[in-house]
């Protein structure tokens, strides 16, 4: 017991303290002007304005620009409002300072939260993503910091209990953080997966061979390609800048599904995920039972697999990291409103979701994704992408498609991870890709 008490204190009591369902906690701003938060330049994304009269009112001065990720302080609390309670209501201001308020009987002011948040790149995503639902989450590969994370359609925080009816009434899911508690089918970004159980499987995946037909029939079950494009011989790394359904359709058929339940696994499918934000687990199913169909369907990112933008990231960025999956964080570091230091927070392993040489074998079939195949619009001068394209149906008649985009940027020394997904782009024109190099374009 005493040394459960110990470990209680020292480890588990933030967490308990911090956590929404603790009414105590906003007590507390009965002492303390409630905390800054600000970007990793030290722009502010949310503040108190104390008035005149002594009342005090949240302001976020870029409105809908981080609402989910910054979140709200009314009705309620979400985002870093909610995970970074405690230290906003918590004053690290020297003892004098302190002491002087109390006897003043003024509030002291809480500490500031520094994220690792990116101005330029937020404003770019947001821009990027315009007027459709979806998500962007972009983090840095080395590191793990976490620095965009965009969420579609969105809300003003500045108005949200003036907005409350109308915004939790909405079909609209506004206060639904896509990036993260958002699951869509994978379409062919999947085939990533596929890929590397087939590595796995087969020393000798370098001299795999298909030819596309533009088609292919077994039991009954008949998938095709994009536009039934004919993609002719290809090997394992055409068949994924091309991204053919119909050879990957055909790995499928190959592989040892235990072995697939193991891979999904292993890159934190059906499992928890390192998140400081609620999220949804993306979900694998396929088992022995399964239909052929059903593992042709499942090897191209269709059947019943679902996945997160964010979690999609993490993959991403463990690819170009040489497998490993570096903690994603979101809070840099605690300050107090004088600038002193309270709290640091550093980079550190997770867990390693593959070898470095199965990470660079789909680090070269990623890069010639860009290069000669599905994604080659992100082809640039100043930067070199490595990325998946997908296009994942979501209707019954095939119809409706989602868009998506993961990848990574210039691959010889990583640097951003990225992942996209734009609802119901099928027939608008609009992309995942050209979300991603309206993004790029800006940052570089």
Known sequence: MMGYLVYFNVVKSKDIINSPYNVRLDSMADRVVRGKILDNEGNVLAKTEVHEDGSESRSYPYGKMFAHVVGYDSKGKSGLESTANFHLLTSNANFMEQFVHELKEEKNIGDNVITTLDLTLQEAAYHALGDYKGAVVITEVTTGKILAMVSKPDFDPNTISEDWSEIANSSGSMLLNRATQGTYPPGSIFKLVTALEYIRENKAYNSYSYTCEGEIEFEGTVIHCAKNRKHGEEDLALSLANSCN???SNIGLSLNISGMQKTAK????NTKLPSLFPYSQSKFQLDKEDSSSE????AI????TLVSPYHMV???SAIGNGGILMEPYLVDRIESHTGASVEKNMPKKYTE???SQEASVLKDYMLK???NGTASALKSEKYV???KTGTAEYSSDKEKAHSWFMGFTNPDNPDLAISIVVESADNSGMSAVSVAKKILNAYY
């Open 246 to 248: 119909t050879s990957f």
């Open 266 to 269: 292993g890159l934190l499918f």
């Open 295 to 298: 593992v042709m369907m499942t």
């Open 353 to 355: 979701l593959m070898t």
């Open 301 to 304: 990112g269709q059947g019943e």
């Open 385 to 387: 992408v490595a990325g």
């Open 314 to 316: 993490l993959i991403a």
């Open 369 to 371: 994704v860009v290069e």
